[in-house]
């Protein structure tokens, strides 16, 4: 038997914080890949702490839904699950490269597999790309459109902003957008600066956040002039300085995150069968059916 647990920060603040955790999970579940499938917070029940210890399947893979390597996945989850044997240097990760390590949970006579961030998987690169196209509502979008791929960006962990910095130059060296530009809140260059770094008319700004909540929400949409108060909503598309801001949400509400999960899962030895396949194929029928590109977003979306 084998199980996947789904690792993330959850709120106690922000109710909706979870809930791409869970939809993702439900996701993986119908593809029958797992025997379990387990979802886990730092901030919410059900805990880190103890979810390892509620499975009967003896190969667990924990994957965690972070968008960079640091603090929480470097520390704070191995230490809730007592992964003792567990040490950073053990992914010899330069940032972004955190694959997975193989460690004996003794307490329990379980074989963990612990995973690099679903942020940094070179899937995630496909995804922010599918973001664009949902909220662009055009399968094809690229040409003639600028792309903005936003972080938070903090001096205390330097991987934050390597992982927007990583997905940004994949999409460059595809050709596919004009433009494409990694961008920030709390370093530069600043998101609240967007359209001076981009000549197209056309703008699609996809946060590299797991979840909707203040910063996306709230600070993002005001910074960038999107709207004066985040509680009257914004237009999408919004016009801004002589251009057309097509601002995305969370970049981890998208379908597809299901995708990079099992990715992670794969790589770290798990036996799928067709399950990304079959996912790729609920998350495309879903976009295509929830495409709305002319809307008006509202604070909570």
Known sequence: MQAL????????????????????????????AFDEVREAFWKEEPHFREVIRTLESEEVFV?????????????????????????PEQWESDGTSASQVTLEAEDVGKTVHYCGPVGTHDAMTDVIVQRAE???????????????????????????????????????ERGRFDE????????????DDVTDFFATEDIVVVPLFVADGYHTQE????????????????????????????????VGTEGLMADVILERAADAGA????????????????????SDPERTSQAGD
């Open 134 to 172: 949902s909220v662009t509502g055009d399968p094809s979008v690229g040409e003639g459109v600028g792309l903005a791929v936003v972080g938070h960006g903090t001096e205390r962990n330097e991987n934050s902003a390597k992982a927007v910095e990583y997905h940004a130059d994949r999409i460059r």
């Open 5 to 32: 647990v789904i690792a993330a920060h959850g709120s106690h603040l922000n109710p909706d914080a979870s809930n791409p955790t869970y939809a993702h999970a439900d996701t993986v579940r119908e593809t029958g």
């Open 271 to 290: 036996e799928l069968g067709d399950a990304i396949e079959r996912v790729r194929q609920i998350t495309s029928s879903a976009t295509e059916s929830e």
């Open 219 to 250: 600070d993002i949409p005001e910074d960038m002039g999107l709207t004066e108060d985040y509680r009257l909503g914004w237009n999408v598309p919004a016009e801004v300085d002589g251009h057309r801001i097509w601002y995305a949400g969370a």
């Open 180 to 191: 494409v530009e990694a961008l920030f809140m709390d370093e530069e260059p600043e998101v």
């Open 63 to 87: 994957v965690p839904l972070f968008i960079s390597e640091g603090y929480f996945t470097e520390r704070i989850i191995p230490r809730e699950l007592r992964l003792d044997e567990f040490e």
